[in-house]
Nanobody, 121 residues
Framework: QLQLVESGGGLVQPGGSLRLSCAAS???????IGWFRQAPGKEREGVSC????????NYADSVKGRFTISINNAKNTVYLQMNSLKPEDAAVYYC???????????????WGQGTQVTVSS
């Protein structure tokens, strides 16, 4: 069974940067990994996804030009580099095996704990 653990969240000022990591086990059989987020009072949404080959990448319109997803198969890790962070980016961020492009918030397996991103002065 695929297991994914998110890390790297924290408190950052508007305009700042964070890099999230998604460490995977049982990674090889799966086509793509997605990052999702859920802000207070809002439903979970897809942010970005990447195929395990790194050849297929998608971003939500709200983060294009600011976020970059990447994968290091040797480390079984997917990264989300988040630059120019805005208060509206504040959310709990989750990673999961997922279709890429997203089909709503369909994932393989179950949601983990996520990692909290807070954007505030």
């Amino acid at each position: 069974q695929l297991q994914l653990v998110e890390s790297g969240g924290g408190l950052v000022q508007p305009g700042g940067s964070l890099r999230l990591s998604c460490a995977a086990s049982g990674f090889t059989p799966y086509y793509a990994i997605g990052w999702f987020r859920q802000a207070p009072g809002k439903e979970r949404e897809g942010v970005s996804c990447i195929s395990t080959s790194g050849s297929n990448i998608n971003y939500a319109d709200s983060v294009k030009g600011r976020f970059t997803i990447s994968i290091n198969n040797a480390k079984n890790t997917v990264y989300l580099q988040m630059n120019s962070l805005k208060p509206e980016d504040a959310a709990v961020y989750y990673c999961a095996a997922a279709p890429c492009p997203f089909i709503a918030t369909t994932i393989f397996g179950s949601w983990g704990q996520g990692t909290q991103v807070t954007v505030s002065s």
